[in-house]
């Protein structure tokens, strides 16, 4: 298949983006799950699994840069990040009681909320949401969209429309 007319062949910069998103999740569920350094995953992934098959799956053609800060970020800070995610949780569903896999994406789009700036609260919502969609059918991409909310009420108000507070 050829690319478009017009087009460099290079790889859409939001899709580039929303792989590294995936694959920092993914990451992140890694380092959890087996207790790997940070930076042996970032290297493994990096080396290994960015733009490549896998697992029937197809990460894509991520942004090493963002994937790194990311996964680096979420995981250094993972305690803040955790605090103010427990924050916005219901007692009856704290964070221990959460998948792995919902609490990377917790983590990772907390940590966009809290580091990245750059990115606006809707980009961040809506990107993690589509991959709560990627991995779950039932209520939690749901329960990513509400957290992800009230975090960026909390932690950007600036953002927030006056008349959504």
């Known amino acids: 298949m050829s690319a478009p007319a017009g087009s460099t062949g290079k790889p859409h910069a939001g899709r580039r983006r929303t792989a590294s998103r995936l694959a ?11 207790g790997a350094p940070v930076e042996n995953v970032i290297r493994e992934f990096i080396s290994h699994r960015l733009g490549q098959e896998g697992e029937g799956e197809r990460i894509g053609d991520a942004d ?3 994937f790194t800060d990311l996964v680096r970020g979420a995981a250094e800070r993972q305690d803040e990040l955790d605090r ?4 916005v949780l219901s007692p009856d569903w704290p964070l221990a009681r959460l998948e792995a896999v919902l609490r990377a994406i917790l983590r990772v789009g ?5 580091a990245r700036e750059d990115v606006p609260v809707p980009v961040v919502i809506s990107e993690y949401l589509d991959i709560g969609h990627a991995f779950y059918e039932g209520k939690e ?8 909310d009230r975090l960026a009420r909390t932690l950007r108000p600036h953002e927030i429309e006056p008349g959504r507070r």
């Open 24 to 34: 920092a999740v993914q990451a992140l569920y890694q380092i959890e799950l087996a």
């Open 64 to 66: 090493p840069g963002l």
């Open 84 to 87: 103010h995610i427990a924050a």
């Open 110 to 114: 907390a940590y966009e909320l809290l």
């Open 141 to 148: 991409p749901g329960m990513v969209n509400g957290v992800l």
